[in-house]
């Protein structure tokens, strides 16, 4: 052999129960481990079409849209965001982006990776995008795409007036992409009533489902924008319209497209439908704000300061803090996994160092674990201020 065996996969692996209290993942539910330890299918076989049609209802509904157009894409959210401008720009078309995070920044990034024009509405780190000077540039631009984040898991902001973002981009005939990854299920959602054109949500945060599979929705008005496309979309894996053949969208027979992994489904199916049993969006909306409050409570009590000053802009699915002065955020992250086996994210991007983030999501989004992780971060930053 030139390479020989490797020593180091010659004893199975070993995971470590933890309190998965991070930017995301979440933690999952016993029954969604169950779900995934299921036999695989194979990805034309008639259950796993049953299983697709399941989520893309139980989608359709998270997402309140009528969209036929919803599907999952073999990648994480990321691959998302690159679903939705891959399919709807074409070369030199102008996207403007609202961008006062670290997922404005990356939306911009794809974006130009596809040679878009690029307009950036460059905002300070948390701020709201403002709807004011988004028309501004819409009169300036005339743009193409206009792209937000809806919960900016990097600073905690939640980004008000998405409806009035997609009145103005009906307004100027402009599509509208928005990312809501950490919101979908903590706060309301509403793509249809929203004008979204394209929306696509996160599985490994609110839902405690497996991450790398990414449910998408493109409207009519998005549909059309791509039929009318002068060149094909620059991507195989990411073609909304084949992929949409795949999820049985359109009106031909379905198609192979991919090999869909059946055991990233099973968990995702049974995710929603544990979400739909403990009483659906409106139920998990009212938890994820009561225990935020509760967690935001807690921390302030202690002299902690959140990101977002103003709670009305705070997202209730992740929560960054401020990191005191003089104390090192890794400290704190080692501090709660080591001792306690809790995971706490820190910064990302310009973020990081700045704060640290804790996500009460899903089965984690109760006051006990919101009280938990608060008194491991107070008595961390006691212990660290003392030393
Ligand atoms: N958008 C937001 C707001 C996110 O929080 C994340 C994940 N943290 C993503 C996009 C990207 O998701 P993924 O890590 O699954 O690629």
């Given at each position: ?6 020593e180091?996969?010659?004893?199975p692996?070993e995971?470590d129960?933890?309190?998965?209290t991070?930017a995301?993942p979440?933690?999952y539910?016993?029954?969604i ?7 695989v299918?194979g990805?034309l076989?008639?259950k796993?079409?049953?299983i697709m049609d399941?989520?893309k ?13 919803t599907?999952?894409i073999?990648g994480?959210?990321h691959?998302?965001?690159e ?9 030199n078309?102008i ?6 995070g670290?997922?404005g920044?990356r939306?911009e990034?794809?974006a ?14 948390g701020e709201?995008?403002?709807?004011e000077?988004t028309?501004?540039?819409?009169e300036?631009?005339?743009p193409?795409v206009f ?12 980004q008000?007036?998405l409806?009035?973002?997609?009145n103005?981009?009906q ?17 309301p959602v ?6 979204i ?5 996160g599985?490994?945060?609110?839902l405690?489902?497996?991450?790398g599979?990414?449910?998408i ?23 909304a319209?084949?992929l949409g053949?795949y ?18 489904l ?5 995710a ?5 049993e403990?009483?659906?969006l409106e139920a998990?909306w009212?938890n994820?704000?009561?225990v935020?409050?509760?967690f935001?409570?807690l921390l302030e009590?202690n002299g902690?300061e ?6 009305k802009n705070?997202?209730?699915s ?5 990191v005191?002065?003089?104390i090192d955020a890794?400290?704190i992250i080692k501090h709660s996994m ?5 995971e706490?994210?820190g ?8 704060v640290?983030?804790?996500g ?8 006990k674990v919101a ?7 107070i008595?961390a930053i006691?212990?660290?201020?003392e030393e």
């Amino acid at each position: 052999m030139d390479v020989p065996i490797p020593e180091i996969l010659q004893t199975p692996m070993e995971v470590d129960e933890m309190i998965m209290t991070g930017a995301g993942p979440s933690n999952y539910h016993p029954r969604i481990r169950h779900a995934m330890s299921l036999p695989v299918l194979g990805h034309l076989h008639p259950k796993t079409f049953k299983i697709m049609d399941d989520i893309k209802i139980g989608v359709n509904y998270l997402l309140q849209t009528n969209n036929s157009y919803t599907f999952c894409i073999s990648g994480p959210g990321h691959a998302a965001i690159e679903c939705a401008f891959v399919n709807l720009v074409e070369d030199n078309d102008i996207v403007v982006i609202g961008s006062s995070g670290y997922w404005g920044i990356r939306a911009e990034d794809i974006a130009k990776r596809l040679n878009a024009d690029v307009k950036v509405i460059n905002k300070e780190l948390g701020e709201q995008i403002e709807l004011e000077e988004t028309r501004i540039f819409f009169e300036q631009y005339h743009p193409k795409v206009f792209f937000l984040t809806h919960g900016e898991s990097s600073t905690g902001m939640l980004q008000q007036n998405l409806e009035q973002f997609g009145n103005l981009c009906q307004e100027f005939n402009c599509l509208f992409v928005v990312d809501c990854v950490i919101t979908v299920g903590c706060t309301p959602v509403y793509v249809d009533k929203w004008n979204i054109d394209v929306a696509f949500m996160g599985t490994q945060k609110v839902l405690n489902a497996p991450p790398g599979i990414s449910p998408i929705t493109f409207s009519a008005r998005a549909l059309d924008k791509i039929a009318k496309r002068k060149t094909p979309v620059k991507s195989y894996n990411l073609d909304a319209v084949n992929l949409g053949e795949y999820w049985n969208s359109g009106n031909r027979p379905r198609i192979y497209h991919h090999t869909v992994c059946s055991t990233l489904l099973y968990g995702l199916r049974e995710a929603i439908a544990i979400f739909i049993e403990n009483g659906g969006l409106e139920a998990s909306w009212k938890n994820h704000e009561n225990v935020a409050k509760h967690f935001y409570t807690l921390l302030e009590k202690n002299g902690l300061e959140l990101f977002i000053t103003d709670p009305k802009n705070r997202v209730p699915s992740v929560t960054a803090i401020k990191v005191p002065e003089n104390i090192d955020a890794n400290e704190i992250i080692k501090h709660s996994m080591n001792e306690y086996n809790v995971e706490i994210s820190g910064g990302i991007g310009p973020m990081l160092g700045v704060v640290l983030r804790v996500g009460l999501m899903g089965i984690n989004c109760n006051e006990k674990v919101a009280e938990c992780v608060a008194k491991i971060l107070i008595e961390a930053i006691k212990k660290m201020k003392e030393e």
